[in-house]
């Protein structure tokens, strides 16, 4: 019925229906994505700063997580909270989601666009 209704209409109308279209179905699927981050979380391993380390004196090197993340252009490197760490890792897994899904909704959007445009060049007038 919306198909019907939509190969009725000018390009333009066209346009701005698929639009909205488009924004309420992908509102709906994004709806769960939070919290949100992108990046990449390391856990590294280094001797610390503190003199007379008895774990460092033995080697036993210690643990942090690191974030790299690009910040208009350029590479930042933070320290990540040991408990922030598993929080942040979801937001990174749903930050790709999120960029996966915006690559496939660019596809989404000319194909779904050529399939109205078919239809209504194949209507005979
Ligand atoms: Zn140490």
């Not at 066209?14 to 994004?30: G, N, T, V």
């Not at 992108?38 to 503190?50: F, N």
């Not at 660019?106 to 779904?112: D, G, N, S, Y």
Request: aromatic residues 4%; glycine residues 6%.
């Amino acid at each position: 019925m919306i198909i019907a209704y939509i190969s009725g209409m000018n390009k333009k109308d066209r346009i701005h229906l698929l639009k909205q279209l488009d924004q309420k179905a992908f509102q709906s699927e994004i709806a769960g994505l939070w919290p949100l981050a992108r990046g990449s979380l390391t856990l590294i391993r280094k001797p610390c700063v503190r003199p007379g380390c008895p774990a460092c004196a033995k080697g036993v090197k210690h643990s942090a997580y690191i974030l790299m993340a690009r910040d208009k252009g350029l590479r930042r490197c933070l320290y990540v909270p040991r408990e922030l760490a598993p929080l942040l890792r979801q937001a990174l897994r749903n930050g790709k989601v999120l960029e996966r899904r915006l690559g496939q909704m660019a596809m989404q959007m000319i194909l779904a666009y050529r399939a109205q445009r078919r239809r209504q060049t194949r209507r005979p007038r």
